[in-house]
């Protein structure tokens, strides 16, 4: 079997309801709509987390965050957890990062070979929550409503600088692979900040957006005594209280969320073009980490299994896989399975213990019955809460709440609870018990607190005192670039041009 190259392009907080079958038709993203096309589209693809650094360790890794032990920001990925850049290395590919992963611990690497560049977040356990504090607000980290009420337009911000160094990275890089040595196929991952809040974007993508059609939510925002339990946690969370968010404050803040969905689509285009330029051939995987409620029923950011918050978009470019859409349910905990198929990687020793499942023969019109899992055990919540989708059904359970049952198909904004309607009792009744089956939620809990207590006693400890920090420094060896003594200056521009010269 041949080896693809692969190119993962990974975006963070990316709404998947945006994404019913590639961009929407009102989104300004002609490249991401060029990859659609060729592109097998995933249209109910899942989050495993719906929070930064579980989605992501997930999606690298293949397990749920009950397996991980990545259960909220601040949680370590242990090394000893094979990523997909793992298997793929150890198949014979070379393995490179590009931007941002949310690595928590000393290892910052986790099977790529390269690092372009450092994290936009820290690495160490500052963040960890505390279920020993139910309802204490921790406010120099958690989110509050400070970015709806600050969007707008900037020319440059911390979120920008990072993208744009992430883009040029990966270009160059692309560039590089073009014109080396190395003989191995190669799998390079470009990992956007953008469009995760702040909520504000460059003028010539604002300017967009001016007449969009979709800059207030379908669903209102709703009085804090109509949301469900976990829903007011969540505004207790973002310190809601504190906030007068007005209609203007909620235009502004989707049409700078919207416009960078249109930076990325610039910088994506980058890469790609950089890609046909170099006549280089890859697979392409784009996804993002969890979603944003941007507004819906009055709530922002992710951390909820409201189809805002937990579905994201996912495409698979590829020649196995035919062009077009899927519906059957899927997770991005089923992108390593999937990584690995296509590379024809071998994941046999941990297959036991592999949660995701390869997506390959769906896009060769296979089936799937398994159900998608989900958790969340991270901010804003006093408990672990587990969800099922399984064909129309979404079923949600916490041991703090009562149960939701929803029908997607006859209510995609979830707005009925149908748990305590006697007519949908056999499906509630099925639900649980798989539920049940997959979870202990009382031995859940027990982990999660033992996790936290451990890491509120190493933050504290490795504080006091020299501190040596974990985050990623990128190397750069001056030696070895453009034009040095002990290179062949007979051939090194010679070398360093592509195509090459005669």
């Not at 769906?362 to 804003?380: H, I």
């Amino acid at each position: 079997m041949s080896q693809p190259n692969i190119l993962i392009f990974m975006v963070d907080q990316l709404n998947g309801t945006f994404f019913p079958d590639g961009p929407a038709d009102w989104l300004h993203a002609p490249n991401l709509k060029k990859l659609a096309a060729k592109s097998t589209r995933f249209q109910n693809s899942y989050t495993a987390s719906p929070l930064c650094a579980p989605g992501r360790a997930s999606f690298m890794s293949g397990l749920l965050p009950s397996k991980s032990r990545v259960y909220d920001n601040a949680a370590e990925f242990a090394s000893d957890i094979p990523t997909y850049a793992h298997h793929l290395r150890r198949a014979g590919y070379q393995t490179c990062l590009s931007g941002k992963m949310h690595f928590v611990g000393p290892d910052q690497m986790h099977g790529f070979e390269e690092r372009l560049t450092t994290d936009i977040y820290p690495a160490d356990f500052g963040w960890t929550p505390d279920y020993r504090k139910p309802g204490e607000r921790i406010d120099w980290w958690y989110h509050n409503m400070g970015s709806v009420t600050g969007a707008g337009v900037a020319e440059i911000s911390n979120q920008m600088e990072y993208d744009d160094e992430v883009a040029y990275n990966a270009t160059r890089k692309v560039y590089d692979l073009a014109r080396g040595t190395d003989d191995r196929p190669w799998c390079l991952t470009v990992s956007f900040t953008h469009p995760h809040d702040p909520y504000v974007a460059r003028k010539k993508y604002w300017d967009l957006y001016e007449d969009c059609e979709h800059l207030l939510p379908t669903i209102p925002a709703m009085e804090y005594d109509e949301h469900d339990s976990h829903s007011k946690r969540i505004f207790d969370a973002n310190n809601w209280r504190e906030y007068d968010i007005t209609e203007n404050d909620i235009k502004r803040s989707r049409r700078a969320y919207f416009a960078n969905i249109s930076y990325l689509d610039d910088k994506i285009g980058e890469v790609m073009e950089t890609l046909e330029s170099t006549r280089q051939e890859a697979t392409i995987l784009f996804v993002s980490d969890h979603g944003d409620m941007l507004g819906e029923r009055g709530l922002w950011f992710k951390m909820s299994f409201f189809e805002g918050s937990a579905r994201v978009p996912l495409m698979i470019c590829d020649p196995s896989m035919e062009p077009g859409l899927i519906t059957t349910p899927v997770s991005n905990i089923d992108v390593t399975p999937t990584l690995c198929d296509l590379a024809g990687a071998s994941m046999d020793e941990i297959a036991p213990w592999v949660e995701g499942e390869s997506l390959v023969h769906l896009g060769q019109a296979g089936e799937r019955t398994s159900p998608v899992a989900m958790e969340y055990a991270a901010e804003g919540s006093y408990a672990p809460m587990v969800s099922l989708r399984y064909g129309p059904w979404k079923y949600n359970r916490c041991a703090l709440d009562d149960d939701q049952l929803f029908n997607l198909d006859n209510d995609p904004h979830e707005l009925n609870n149908l748990a305590d309607v006697a007519a949908h009792q056999g499906t509630l009744d099925q639900l649980r018990a798989k539920s049940e089956a997959r979870w202990d939620l009382g031995v859940f809990d027990g982990q999660v607190r033992e996790s936290q207590a451990r890491r509120w006693v190493v933050y504290e400890a490795l504080r006091n005192g020299n501190y040596f920090p974990w985050d990623y420094q990128p190397l750069q060896d001056a030696s070895e670039r453009y034009m040095r003594n002990h290179m062949n200056l007979d051939n090194l521009e010679g070398e360093k041009r592509f195509p090459r010269g005669e």
